[in-house]
């Protein structure tokens, strides 16, 4: 057992010298600390090694990167995993929400489904929207809320409608110049909390933030623009935009 410990620190000191440089774990303290979080009783039943913070990130990246890319090829785990433990992450939270959204709808469902029937991964989403919040966060956000308030599976309602009114409340707030999809986005996400599939609890969130108020001060200043872009939102929905607005 011995001889095995042995084998197996040296292999990783030689792993983390080349990594990190050769003064990294010199001293026998660390030795002996770190050969007793990999020790195994046996060669056959290693003890998980416990990897530093970079190695853990690299691999959540690497997991969640994969997800995205695969479109439903990779457990679901590894984007929520991403959205649980790496919340303050921007590349690996934005790749995870990204990733929610590029299967198939029936995909999406059951994988938004799996995500708003837990309230620690909504509020990890809330925390990602308040640390990172672009246009980009923005709309995913309000994207993957949308679509989790007509998924039975989705039971966490009304702590989703928050996340969604959050999201709103963000993206009118800062955003100066609307593109199409973008405001097809806040369509969709006013109607979802105040249409008429919305909930009683989804029109108080609404009327806490003062979204339709809010949403139709957007809409006033697009149809005042003269810019080519401004002119197409206008032409495009403004049927759309006056049914919601004004039902």
């Avoid at 292999?11 to 002996?32: C, N, P, R, V, W």
């Avoid at 999406?108 to 620690?120: N, R, Y």
Wanted: hydrophobic share 40%; net charge negative.
């Amino acid at each position: 057992q011995q001889h095995y410990a042995d084998g197996r620190l040296d292999d990783l000191k030689t792993f983390t010298s080349e990594a990190y440089g050769s003064e990294a774990y010199t001293s026998q303290a660390h030795e002996h600390t770190f050969a007793s979080e990999v020790v195994a009783h046996s060669p056959t039943q290693p003890t998980p090694v416990r990897l530093p913070g970079e190695m853990e990130r690299f691999g959540a990246l690497l997991r969640v990167h994969r997800f995205c890319q695969t479109a439903g090829k990779s457990p679901l785990t590894d984007a929520t995993n991403a959205i649980r433990s790496h919340a303050e992450d921007h590349e690996i939270a934005i790749t995870a929400l990204r990733g929610l959204m590029n299967g198939t709808e029936a995909e999406t469902h059951e994988w938004l489904g799996h995500v708003g029937a837990d309230p620690d991964l909504i509020a990890q989403m809330r925390r990602i929207l308040v640390s990172f919040p672009t246009e980009e966060t923005c709309r995913l956000t309000m994207k993957s809320a949308t679509t989790m308030l007509f998924v039975p599976a989705a039971t966490q309602v009304e702590d989703i409608e928050e996340l969604c009114g959050m999201a709103l409340s963000i993206v009118i707030e800062q955003t100066e110049h609307f593109t199409g999809d973008l405001w097809a986005v806040v369509l969709q996400a006013v109607d979802a909390l105040v249409g008429s599939r919305g909930s009683d609890s989804g029109r108080r969130t609404a009327g806490r933030l003062d979204i339709l108020t809010r949403t139709e001060e957007a809409w006033d200043a697009i149809t005042t623009k003269i810019d080519a872009v401004s002119k197409a939102i206008v032409k495009i929905y403004r049927e759309d935009t006056e049914r919601i607005l004004h039902r």
